[in-house]
């Protein structure tokens, strides 16, 4: 059924003209490419090869050098443009596949899938020579010094791994907490240490919110019971020299660092939520997704429209991967976020004292695999990088001291191709139950949550996490002669997932999916957690409209999640004690009438925050902030605080006495008055002077936005008949062109909360450039 002149109208209500079409012919047959007014491509074209073929030339033309960037940080090649690269490269190549292994695993793909991939890769490259022969390739590749190289199959490969690993693992911070448990047994001795230790690294949070809401049966865990936890790899001793150096690649620190400074891949966090259709007043399900990813100029992801040969897929993509990876076909919306859980594992391998290649283990000595990869360095020699694996993965660096190695076990290595099988069944599935199917394929750690136009919602934690052996403690290192080996993977019905909820929403903001669900090597959910404003808010009003549940990502960008835990012990405590004294009294009730928004101009938030640091210094900074400095803030994170302040009452209650013998109260107020002294020293002795200053997304060379804690990319999806409505954002625009009128076209309408439609028939389409003339 074609949609209605008059919802189409309601749809497209303010918006301008599509601003070009060009017509492409490819093996006889015709690709069409139209703009919409804010130049996403839409293609359309009547096979699957001529489709995909149309896919990669539209997003070439977008984001060639951005591919470019992605290829090389894919396949550990930065350093080629800049030379600060060339750690993160080793990193890189230590980690990821050679060339043969990226073809072998292309030719394993179906044949659906290989012609997708090669496609859009002979659209990219289409492109690319037309540039190159106009004199209008991206100034990237002049500035740089590079001759621009046709791009292969096994570059996309490389792009989606890279994909999949940096927002689907999970893990690598084990060599991390080895070092931190260390420097404490040198100040606290072995049991207190492991006292202080237990405590900040906490296994279970009852109170932390979930996803799943409903009381459900333990299922199996993914790691062993925290009653018999053993200590890794016995008879040596760490160099913490070679455990930093170990750390480091673990725990992807270079090659995350350096994607954030440069904008590309990085994960921050994403959140979502699905309204079923009794919670929506229009009764249609509608779905929410926003992918946190960092902010650059160009932004990390474009948008896409595709469709022919029986798909019509619309959304949000990398330059590089084909298709559409969060977005909309024409009978479901679905989206997805980090899901955290720990898919990784540290081994210590024993070496052979004479021969370091040789490791032991189950018994006799086995030869590691090795070969070297060189990396190219510009104004410099290259640099050759030996590549080491053993059984458990390739080894992340050699101890000085001892005759060990670090090596990463990965439950997913060679599975992340998986992720984008899954994603192109998303792209045909028409009904819950056949995205499920393809959600099932999925190893590493993402949330999806799909809406349907029948009405369906539904949630799943995707990935295969490791089963551990009993008595290996997740947080730490594994020894690896063989003794402490996996038990294999969860089965996708052994994770968590929930369709069609009584209470009629789902919700996630890279929360724990549910209570019997265990932190791994780090404890990322704790009693204080971000998903509780959008619960709540959702669970207010049992109907809201489109324009409701879209607004909830303004909300949610504002509040102060450590406000709405925290606050009410620290009025307490005032209250309590402190009411006496005109200045606390002033201060209880200015944060009392504060809703816990971090707006422009607040003074309460500005003394939240810096009593905040003040009582995490109060508590902590005795007993852990010479331990490690950089790592303080980061270990006492606001839920230990909670802990802390909760007493024996606390959902995860603290042993060791922080408070060294003072009550809870004295130590919150002493906070406090360290607080306004320090605000009175910084911003002066008139408080109404102490507003909060708003942070700003940077959009060099583009003036900024505020700063709120919002998606990169944010789409709005009402699964409604005869037509979805459908409005997403994507700043600061579509190309990476300074002098395209869509570089930029998108970071006002952000700064304002606006979205445009998402335009994803010929009659919209259509519609859409009648009403512009």
């Not at 979502?272 to 009764?283: D, I, T, Y």
């Amino acid at each position: 059924m074609k949609p209605t002149t008059v919802a189409l109208l309601a749809i497209l209500a303010g918006v301008e003209t599509a601003t070009g079409q060009q017509v492409l012919q490819v093996d006889g047959k015709e690709i069409r490419i139209l703009r919409d007014r804010f130049g996403v491509p839409h293609v359309f074209a009547a096979d699957e090869r001529t489709l995909f073929y149309g896919n990669g030339y539209a997003v070439a033309q977008d984001r060639l050098w951005q591919m470019e960037r992605n290829r090389r940080d894919a396949r550990g090649e930065m350093a080629e443009i800049d030379p600060k690269a060339l750690a993160r490269d080793r990193d890189v190549r230590k980690l990821g596949y050679t060339d043969a292994e990226r073809q072998r695993r292309f030719d394993q793909l179906a044949a659906t899938h290989r012609l997708q991939i090669q496609a859009y890769i002979d659209g990219v490259n289409a492109w690319m020579a037309e540039a190159a022969a106009a004199g209008r390739l991206p100034q990237g590749y002049a500035q740089n010094k590079i001759k621009p190289a046709p791009f292969r199959a096994i570059d996309s490969v490389a792009i989606s791994d890279l994909m999949s690993q940096r927002f689907g693992s999970g893990g690598g911070a084990e060599l991390r907490n080895l070092r931190y448990l260390n420097k404490l047994k040198q100040k606290f001795g072995a049991a207190a240490s492991q006292q202080i230790f237990d405590d900040l690294m906490w296994q279970n949070d009852p109170a932390s919110p979930t996803t799943i809401l409903d009381n459900v049966s333990q299922q199996t865990s993914t790691s062993s019971s925290g009653a018999s936890w053993i200590q890794p790899s016995p008879g040596f001793t760490a160099s913490d020299a070679s455990l930093a150096r170990a750390e480091s690649s673990a725990d992807l620190t270079r090659i995350r660092e350096y994607a954030e400074r440069n904008g590309l891949f990085s994960r921050w966090g994403s959140y979502a939520w699905v309204v079923a259709p009794g919670r929506s007043a229009s009764g249609n399900a509608v779905l929410v997704g926003g992918p946190q990813m960092g902010f650059s100029t160009p932004q990390i992801a474009h948008e896409v429209h595709l469709s022919g040969a029986g798909l019509n897929i619309i959304g949000m993509g990398f330059a590089g991967i084909p298709g559409v990876l969060i977005g909309h076909n024409d009978q479901l919306a679905w989206t997805t976020t980090s899901g955290l859980t720990d898919m990784e594992d540290v081994f210590v391998e024993k070496l052979n004292p004479s021969n370091k290649y040789q490791y032991w283990f189950q018994g006799k000595w086995h030869d590691m695999e090795r070969h070297t990869e060189t990396i190219q360095v510009r104004d410099s020699k290259p640099e050759v990088v030996e590549v080491c694996r053993t059984v458990h993965g390739p080894i992340l660096e050699w101890d000085d001291s001892e005759p060990v190695a670090y090596s990463l076990k990965r439950a997913f290595r060679e599975k992340e191709l998986e992720t984008m099988r899954a994603i192109s069944g998303f792209w045909r599935a028409r009904t819950l139950e056949e995205f499920s199917a393809s959600a099932k394929l999925i190893w590493l750690t993402h949330n999806f949550f799909v809406a349907t136009v029948q009405g369906d919602i539904g949630y799943w934690h995707c990935g295969r996490p490791p089963l551990r052996a009993e008595g290996v403690d997740p947080r730490l290192p594994t020894t690896g002669t063989g003794e402490k080996e996996w038990k294999g993977v969860l089965s996708p019905e052994q994770t968590p997932q929930w369709v069609n909820p009584k209470q009629g929403f789902i919700c996630n903001w890279n929360n724990k999916p549910v209570g019997y669900w265990n932190n791994g090597e780090r404890p990322v959910w704790g009693a204080i957690f971000r998903v509780h404003r959008i619960t709540h808010l959702l669970e207010a009003r049992r109907k809201r409209t489109f324009e409701q549940i879209r607004d909830i990502t303004v909300d949610i960008g504002l509040n102060d999640p450590n406000a709405d835990y925290l606050k009410p012990h620290l009025l307490k405590a005032i209250s309590s004690a402190g009411m006496a004294k005109e200045q606390w009294r002033q201060v209880h009730e200015l944060l009392d009438a504060w809703d816990n928004h971090a707006v422009e101009g607040s003074v309460a938030k500005t003394l939240f925050d810096e009593w905040l640091q003040s009582v995490r210094e109060a508590i902590f900074a005795d007993e852990l902030r010479d331990v490690d400095r950089d790592l303080f803030n980061t270990i006492t994170q606001p839920s230990l605080i909670l802990h802390v302040l909760e007493g024996k009452t606390a959902s995860v209650p603290v042993r060791y006495d922080f408070l060294n013998g003072k009550s809870v109260t004295q130590v919150q107020l002493e906070a406090l008055q360290t607080a306004l002294q320090n605000l009175s020293a910084k911003r002066g002795a008139v408080p109404a002077l102490w507003g909060h200053v708003q942070p700003a997304i940077n959009f060099k060379p583009l003036p900024p936005i505020p700063s709120t804690n919002r998606g990169t990319y944010i789409q709005v999806v009402e699964l409604s008949k005869p037509v979805i409505r459908s409005v997403s954002i994507l700043p600061p625009g579509q190309s990476e062109d300074p002098q395209s009128p869509h570089f930029s076209d998108q970071r006002e309408l952000a700064g304002n909360w606006k979205f445009k439609p998402m335009l994803y028939t010929k009659e919209l389409l259509e519609l859409d450039a009648k009403q512009g003339k």
